[in-house]
């Protein structure tokens, strides 16, 4: 099997399309997850991946203490925090 600089102008676009429509989105999303969470400060209400929400007690390092109705306090690693929420957002069972 012999290749050539066609084969190469086939694949050189193909690669470019999948790098753009895949790739650099999902690493645009990353940045903004990040900055999100370096922007977390004690008070805001967040949703973490399980669905819960909650109140930060506080920030340690890469452990956050959410407060939930109750008084009930769990640590969350920062990357379990899915988003802040505004109390008119927040779903009240």
Same mark, same amino acid.
């Given at each position: 099997?012999?290749?050539? &600089?066609?084969?190469?102008?086939?694949?050189?676009?193909? #690669? +470019?399309? %999948?790098?753009?429509?895949?790739?650099?989105? @999902?690493?645009?999303?990353?940045?903004?997850?990040?900055?999100?969470?370096?922007?977390?400060?004690?008070?805001?209400? &967040?949703?973490?991946?399980?669905?819960?929400?909650?109140? #930060? +007690?506080? %920030?340690?390092?890469?452990?956050?203490?959410? @407060?939930?109705?109750?008084?009930?306090?769990?640590?969350?690693?920062?990357?379990?925090?899915?988003?802040?929420?505004?109390?008119?957002?927040?779903?009240?069972?």
């Amino acid at each position: 099997m012999k290749f050539n &600089v066609q084969d190469l102008m086939f694949f050189l676009p193909m #690669i +470019a399309i %999948i790098y753009f429509m895949i790739f650099l989105p @999902k690493k645009k999303e990353q940045q903004a997850q990040t900055k999100m969470l370096e922007a977390l400060k004690k008070g805001d209400r &967040v949703l973490t991946t399980s669905g819960m929400y909650g109140e #930060i +007690a506080a %920030i340690r390092d890469n452990v956050i203490t959410l @407060k939930f109705e109750g008084g009930v306090r769990i640590d969350f690693i920062k990357s379990a925090i899915t988003r802040a929420v505004d109390e008119k957002e927040e779903v009240k069972a």
